[in-house]
């Protein structure tokens, strides 16, 4: 199989990579070809894949190569120029940009939950918003068994959402050297309810995705959704406390076991031993963790939830291969 990788040098395409090399999805054997491909700074450049040096393409010349795959982690206007080229070429695209994750024509996949979705003619597939990820990961189970009617979202979002520059700002500030600024603000020991662009309408480009592309993968509309976004001087991973309101009642003790068998997620809820989950410790994972479980009495058939996860991994490079494997597994990738 050949694949593609647009975006090759950025912060996610360097997970993705490592993801591959893991072969813990996609085995390394069925990889005929990597083909790196990033912008015309790095272009002509190499870069290690798998213990072999690649030069660096452009998206013209790795188009050329005819590859079965192209995993884009370049930007929406790369994915919007690009992506339909290759996917005229009769290649599966997983877009990580924002580019088509709302089109109606295009499945917006988190495998455990909307795998059901892939066909042979989606040729474009997106890959959520990593803090969308990690939520319905939780709830999507919840809302089958109890159905959700609204939630109060406020995440907590590591610089690495923003790109290597805001990690660098990060960087410098803790070792007070100065040098340029992708944030509006100082990030070291501040936090700031900012990500993404402000709208007409007061919130965030990162509010309304989670708002949005909660209802499309859940299949679920009419849940009412508000969210906040803040930005934290943390490296490894994203935070989010969940308020949920079910429409049904449910036994804590039913709803524990319905998270702690939940696919890809990892229930860490000890008070006793001040065991919950943290972004220090979920760097590097690819399963989401979920604690501080309980009950809201300040609302009918209320829950409090506490969720972490790496947002370059299942927030970002490990789901798209997920992706890619499923497709492999579902014989609709057939190299």
Not at 57 to 75: R, T
Not at 189 to 212: A, C, Q, R, S, V
Not at 290 to 309: C, K, P
């Amino acid at each position: 199989m050949k694949i593609a990788l647009i975006g090759a040098t950025g912060l996610v395409g360097s997970v993705m990579m490592r993801v591959l090399e893991e072969g813990k999805y996609i085995p390394l054997t069925t990889i005929s070809e990597f083909i790196p491909v990033a912008s015309e700074k790095s272009q002509g450049k190499e870069i290690l894949f798998n213990n072999r040096k690649y030069k660096v393409l452009s998206p013209a010349e790795a188009l050329k190569k005819k590859p079965d795959l192209a995993l884009f982690s370049a930007g929406s206007i790369t994915s919007g120029e690009w992506a339909p080229q290759f996917a005229a070429d009769n290649c599966f695209v997983i877009d990580n940009s924002s580019a088509w994750r709302m089109d109606e024509d295009v499945p917006l996949v988190v495998p455990e939950i909307n795998g059901h979705t892939l066909t042979t003619t989606t040729k474009i597939i997106a890959n959520p918003n990593c803090s969308t990820i990690q939520m319905v990961l939780v709830l999507a189970p919840l809302h089958s068994k109890y159905g959700i009617r609204r939630l109060v979202i406020s995440t907590y979002q590591s610089v690495t959402g923003t790109g290597a520059k805001a990690v660098k700002q990060l960087e410098n500030e803790r070792q007070g050297v100065s040098g340029s600024r992708i944030y509006p603000h100082p990030i070291d020991l501040n936090i700031f309810p900012h990500g993404g662009t402000f709208l007409p309408n007061g919130y965030t480009t990162e509010e309304i995705k989670l708002e949005e592309e909660t209802h499309k993968i859940m299949q679920a509309p009419d849940i009412k959704i508000t969210a906040t976004v803040v930005r934290v001087p943390v490296f490894g991973g994203h935070s989010e406390s969940v308020n949920v309101e079910f429409g049904s009642s449910y036994e804590m003790d039913e709803l524990l076991k319905l998270i702690s068998k939940s696919k890809g997620v990892v229930l860490q809820d000890d008070t006793d031993k001040s065991v919950y989950p943290m972004p220090k410790y979920a760097e590097g994972r690819d399963e989401v963790f979920v604690g501080r479980v309980r009950r809201d009495f300040s609302v009918e058939h209320g829950l409090n939830l506490w969720i972490v996860a790496d947002n370059l991994r299942k927030g970002a490079a490990t789901n798209a291969i997920q992706i890619a494997a499923l497709l492999m597994q579902k014989e609709l990738l057939n190299p």
